[in-house]
Nanobody
């Protein structure tokens, strides 16, 4: 079994910062791509940022220059540093990871966390 657990969400004022973490645990053989999505009530899930196992990153246009995605491969942990936060960044942030488990080392499956809530408000 594999689990992804997010942490670091909370309430922050506009212009503030938060750092989200996503820890993967379980019978993990390898992790390739990882990413952060966000979802507001009534809206579809939106891709925020992705990172490959080699460290290549991509960002949604509205977060470029404000958010930074990174990972610690030794700890199987994904991060999202969010600076200059805006009210429109308010959402539940969910991480995902493409993982090969030890029992199915030739098969890559996408796993999802349950999310952490970020609220940007004065």
């Amino acid at each position: 079994q594999v689990q992804l657990v997010e942490s670091g969400g909370g309430l922050v004022q506009p212009g503030g910062s938060l750092r989200l973490s996503c820890a993967a645990s379980g019978s993990i053989f390898s992790i390739s791509g990882m990413g952060w999505y966000r979802q507001n009530s009534g809206k579809q899930r939106e891709l925020v940022a992705t990172i490959t196992s080699g460290g290549s990153t991509q960002y949604e246009d509205s977060v470029k220059g404000r958010f930074t995605i990174s990972r610690d491969n030794g700890k199987n942990t994904l991060y999202l540093q969010m600076n200059s936060l805006k009210p429109e960044d308010t959402a539940i942030y969910v991480c995902n990871a493409d993982i090969r488990t030890r029992s199915t080392a030739t098969v890559t499956s996408r796993y999802w966390g349950v999310g952490t809530r970020v609220t940007v408000s004065s």
